[in-house]
């Protein structure tokens, strides 16, 4: 939907410019449509104006 790199999402994720969530550690992402708008229109999206951003683990080689 996107057309960005999976790396690309992940650090939008992150840095808190991409809101979604996951399950369980190391599960499926889950980020909403409005989420993706606002983030491809360089917005937040209005529900999660006021989320702190998440960490992430890094991802082994």
């Known amino acids: 939907m996107a057309r960005k ?3 690309t999402i992940r650090i ?3 840095s808190g410019a991409l809101h979604g969530g996951q399950g369980v550690s ?3 992402w889950r980020i909403e449509p409005d ?3 606002a983030y491809l229109s ?3 999206c209005e ?3 006021s989320s ?3 960490r992430l683990p ?3 080689a």
């Open 5 to 7: 790199h999976e790396v």
């Open 26 to 28: 190391g599960g499926h």
């Open 47 to 49: 529900h999660k104006r």
């Open 12 to 14: 939008a994720l992150g």
């Open 42 to 44: 360089g917005e937040k």
């Open 52 to 54: 702190k951003p998440i």
């Open 58 to 60: 890094r991802r082994s």
């Open 35 to 37: 989420c993706v708008r």
